[in-house]
C-alpha cells in the first residue's frame, strides 16, 4: 500500500516562503504524476499544482510565479517551493498520487499570518 508522508507546513508571514515536500518511498514513483491540492476552512479542495512523469507542471492561476512543483525520483520526493505568501493560501495542503492507484497524504497545515 502507497503511503505519502507530507512534511514541511507550518506558521509564517506574508511575503514569506516555505517548502512542502511529499515522499512515496513504497512507489514506483518516476510513473506517477504528482500534484498538491489545498483545502482552505469552509471551501472545497483545489489544485494547486501538478507535475507529469515527464516534468510537465501546471498551476492554478492564484499561485502562478509564486509557486514551483519539483520532483526527485530517485528520493521518490515531490516538493512544493512556496514563496511571496498571502494570507489566502492558507490551507491544509494534501500530496496526491496518481499512478497504478491514487493515494493521498495526510495534510499539512500551512498558516501565512502576522
Known amino acids: 500500500q502507497v503511503h505519502l508522508v507530507e512534511s514541511g507546513g507550518g506558521l509564517v508571514q506574508p511575503g514569506g516562503s516555505l517548502r512542502l515536500s511529499c515522499a512515496a518511498p513504497?512507489?514506483?514513483?518516476?510513473?506517477?504524476?504528482m500534484s498538491w491540492y489545498r483545502q482552505a476552512p469552509g471551501k472545497q479542495r483545489e489544485l494547486v499544482a501538478t507535475?507529469?512523469?515527464?516534468?510537465?507542471?501546471v498551476y492554478a492561476d492564484s499561485v502562478k510565479g509564486r509557486f514551483t512543483i519539483s520532483r526527485d525520483n530517485a528520493k521518490k520526493v515531490v516538493y512544493l517551493q512556496m514563496n511571496s505568501l498571502k494570507p489566502e493560501d492558507t490551507a491544509v495542503y494534501y500530496c496526491?498520487?496518481?499512478?497504478?492507484?491514487?493515494?493521498w497524504g495526510q495534510g499539512t497545515q500551512v498558516t501565512v499570518s502576522s
Open positions: 496526491k498520487q496518481e499512478g497504478l492507484k491514487t493515494s
Open positions: 513504497g512507489s514506483i514513483f518516476f510513473i506517477d504524476t
Open positions: 507535475i507529469t512523469r515527464g516534468e510537465t507542471t
